[in-house]
Nanobody, 120 residues
Framework: QVQLVESGGGLVQPGGSLRLSCAAS????????MGWYRQAPGKQRELVAL???????TYADSVKGRFTISRDNAKNTVYLQMNGLKPEDTAVYYC??????????????WGQGTQVTVSS
C-alpha cells in the first residue's frame, strides 16, 4: 500500500508565499518522477510542476519564475515553493508520484489534495 499525503495549503494574501509538501509512504521500491497538479472549480486538473528522478524540472508557463519544485529522496518527499501568489493560483493542489513497488509493479499514485486560496 502506497500513500501520498500533502500538507502546507491554506489561505494567503496576493503576493504571499506558501510551501507545499507531499510525503510518500508505504512499500516503495523506487520513486521516479513526482509532480504537482491543481484543479480550480469548474476547470480541468492541470500540471503545475514536475521533477524527474534526475531532478530535471518542468513548469507550467503560468507559474514559471514564481514556483519551485524540489525533492528529498531520503524522505520520499516532494515540495512546491510558491512565491508571488495570485488569486488565479487558487485551487486544490494534488501531488503524484511514479512509483515502483518491490513486486516491480509500477503505477502512478495521487495524494488527496490540499486547498490553496489566494485572497485579500
Amino acid at each position: 500500500q502506497v500513500q501520498l499525503v500533502e500538507s502546507g495549503g491554506g489561505l494567503v494574501q496576493p503576493g504571499g508565499s506558501l510551501r507545499l509538501s507531499c510525503a510518500a509512504s508505504g512499500n516503495i521500491f523506487a520513486i521516479y518522477a513526482m509532480g504537482w497538479y491543481r484543479q480550480a472549480p469548474g476547470k480541468q486538473r492541470e500540471l503545475v510542476a514536475l521533477i524527474t528522478g534526475g531532478r530535471s524540472t518542468t513548469y507550467a508557463d503560468s507559474v514559471k519564475g514564481r514556483f519551485t519544485i524540489s525533492r528529498d529522496n531520503a524522505k520520499n518527499t516532494v515540495y512546491l515553493q510558491m512565491n508571488g501568489l495570485k488569486p488565479e493560483d487558487t485551487a486544490v493542489y494534488y501531488c503524484n508520484g511514479d512509483i515502483r513497488l518491490p513486486t516491480m509493479l509500477r503505477s502512478t499514485y495521487w495524494g488527496q489534495g490540499t486547498q490553496v486560496t489566494v485572497s485579500s
